[in-house]
């Protein structure tokens, strides 16, 4: 998984993803749509470029984790993890059934490669600070990736384990906020402001990026200032629209937490084979 | 299963007092030389949790983690994703009561490797208050799937289950008192997760105790012996799972149980017997707990005293129990 793609390849990559959450989504009857098309890039970029693992050898000792705090946005999980290789893509239409693999919110190893449970906000990055402490107590040197959500920095746990990886200087975990600027009341900064948010997290001793995190070349080039930098974890803001692709959903809050049903689904995958066009445009730029 | 009961220590003539953090912390130091995949972690209560003899003998294997209980929790979960075994501390009214739910969907969910350490639990923390004494924490933690809960009758016996806790897969919840007790059981006295002990034979009444109630039930089988009534006394160490053989076989031999426990009286070790025996062997019961309210502080005696804990509570409510047990009407 390691090998270099091109961006145009991490592109289609994305596509795919988003492709499949709308799909599984529908089938699915519930759930949410924003967040997991908004992340489709910083999971093609992970798990097709950055992170070092093995979908044949899921419980190999030498992977990079991911870590997945906003639990409600495993449909891209999901999704990313299929299109690796992890599981059949036809399986992604049994999200949130009886019976299914594919809990609603992530559940620890419910398929091989899923490294965590999470679902009720501001769990993940204590449990990612716990892994990358105990990998760099074992001088494993692989690393943990934490995906998190701009809504869930509300919760305050997230800054007891902030406040923990900064002291103890965790160079080896990097979080990847989707600063999507929306949560289930409305828009963040009128729910309740995170802004300034760079400088809060420098304040806690973090090196922070500021990202584009839809632009792929980007997202791969602060998961690589992060891996170069010692003695600091690295947090990467990545600033995306909600619901990326499709353009009736995008940046409203309504999409946060519904699916679509078949007619917008259809409309939405309409979009998004011409979505091709727009990145490659981007390329180019 | 032995009917006999198991040999104890001589706890009436030569008392040594001693309290079960102080096994756990001697447990911890063991245990970690033997694993090195032992870790500790705690919340800025390293000492009176008794982590303190591991983080001198192995400082690189101690993590700090400050005043940041739900940090704790996750942390532990963190390590344990990295093939630790995490024995994460802190006073039980915080850990596992403030982070219930860290320990509910990060570690219990995920069926991981945690050992939690509730420490000062109980009454008997004294002085402190009511917002210290946790007294739920058996309630909440017995309601956790994939969750072992272990109450050490002594240090002795906190000793043995901190050893058999790193042994042993699965996330697991351990209770600690501060206070000083006798030491009841012996060097040779078997530690099983999920079997009852048999501490004393008996053939009125069965007194079932947890923690440091059972020397309080053992002292009451004592008095009730003046009285001619011959009480068994079985030790619970651990909640969850229960030892249901052992508690089935004591209804249908003494038709009369008394449970002391120093928690309130919902779902506690009481509520625990009370479900296996209208399950499986339905006998008169009575629940020697805190009444269902808050307690204060004051000296850790007389709060035992004040709120019903005492040896003289357990006879009382044997006495009574035997008494419904031969009423032919509701007593």
Redesign the interface.
């Known amino acids: 998984m390691s090998a270099a793609r091109s961006i145009k390849e991490l592109a289609q990559k994305a596509q795919a993803i988003r492709q499949s959450i709308i799909t599984s989504l529908v089938e699915a009857g519930s759930g949410h749509t924003a967040g997991p098309l908004g992340m489709a890039d910083v999971f093609a970029a992970l798990y097709f470029q950055v992170m070092n693992h093995d979908p044949d050898k899921p419980d190999w000792d030498g992977r990079d984790?991911l870590?997945l705090s906003n639990g409600h946005i495993c449909p891209v999980l999901y999704a990313a993890m299929a299109e690796a290789g992890y599981f059949p893509k036809k399986e992604l239409g049994t999200l949130r059934q009886i019976n299914s693999r594919l809990q609603g919110h992530p559940?620890?190893?419910s398929v091989p490669g899923v490294?965590?449970?999470?679902?009720?906000l501001?769990?993940g990055?204590?449990?990612?600070?716990?892994?990358?402490?105990?990998?760099r107590?074992?001088n494993?040197r692989a690393r943990v990736y934490a995906i998190m959500g701009d809504g869930e920095q509300q919760e305050?746990?997230n800054w007891?384990?902030y406040?923990?990886a900064g002291v103890n200087r965790l160079s080896n975990l990097t979080a990847l906020i989707d600063r999507n600027n929306i949560q289930i009341d409305g828009y963040t900064e009128d729910v309740l402001p995170l802004q300034p948010f760079r400088h809060k997290l420098e304040a806690f001793r973090w090196n922070v990026l500021d990202i584009d995190g839809h632009n792929l070349g980007a997202i791969v080039d602060a998961c690589y200032q992060a891996q170069a930098t010692q003695q600091q974890p690295t947090a990467i803001i990545c600033n995306t629209i909600p619901g990326q692709g499709v353009e009736f959903m995008e940046n409203l809050p309504v999409w946060h937490g519904q699916p679509p049903d078949k007619d917008q689904a259809r409309e939405a995958l309409r979009q998004l084979r011409t979505l091709g066009g727009r990145l490659d445009c981007r390329e180019l730029s | 299963m032995s009917d006999q009961p198991l040999k104890l220590n001589d706890y009436q003539r030569q008392p040594e007092l001693t309290s079960t953090r102080d096994g756990f912390g001697r447990g911890l130091v063991d245990t970690a030389k033997a694993d090195d995949r032992v870790?500790g972690l705690c919340a800025d209560l390293t000492e009176s949790v008794r982590f303190q003899w591991f983080k001198e003998a192995f400082p690189?294997?101690f993590?700090e983690?400050?005043i940041?209980e739900?940090?704790l929790?996750?942390?532990?979960?963190?390590?344990?994703?990295?093939?630790?075994v995490?024995f994460a501390g802190s006073y039980a009214a915080f850990s596992p009561c403030r982070n219930f739910?860290?320990l509910r969907?990060?570690v219990c969910?995920?069926?991981?490797n945690v050992k939690a350490v509730g420490g000062h639990a109980g009454l008997t923390v004294g002085p402190d208050g009511a917002t210290h004494q946790a007294l739920e924490d058996i309630a909440i933690t017995r309601a956790l799937p994939n969750l072992t809960v272990i109450v050490p009758c002594d240090d002795r016996q906190a000793y043995r289950a901190t050893l058999t806790m790193a042994q042993e897969k699965g996330p697991m919840y351990l209770r600690l008192s501060r206070e000083k007790t006798p030491r009841l059981t012996g060097p040779h006295t078997p530690f099983e997760l999920g079997r009852g002990q048999l501490f004393r034979a008996g053939g009125d009444v069965t007194l079932v105790g947890t923690g440091i109630m059972t020397v309080a039930a053992l002292r009451a089988a004592d008095e009730l012996a003046k009285l001619s009534i011959s009480a068994r006394v079985i030790n619970i160490h651990t909640i969850k799972p229960i030892d249901q053989q052992l508690i089935t076989q004591a209804a249908r031999e003494t038709g009369a149980l008394v449970t002391a426990e120093e928690h309130q009286l919902h779902g506690g070790l009481g509520g625990a017997v009370a479900e296996v025996l209208a399950e499986r062997w339905p006998v008169p019961l009575e629940r020697v707990a805190v009444q269902d309210t808050f307690g204060e502080s004051g000296p850790a005696q007389e709060l035992l005293k004040k709120y019903g804990l005492t040896s003289q509570d357990i006879v009382k409510a044997a006495q009574k129990v035997i008494k419904r047990k031969n009423s032919k009407s509701e007593v």
């Open positions: 984790r870590i559940h620890y190893w490294e965590n449970t999470s679902g009720p501001g769990q990055l204590s449990q990612a600070c716990g892994l990358a402490y105990g990998l107590l074992s494993n305050g746990q007891e384990a406040w923990f | 870790v690189e294997r993590i983690v400050g940041a739900q940090n929790m996750g942390l532990a979960a963190g390590l344990a994703l990295a093939g630790r995490p739910d860290q969907v990060s969910y995920s069926n991981l």
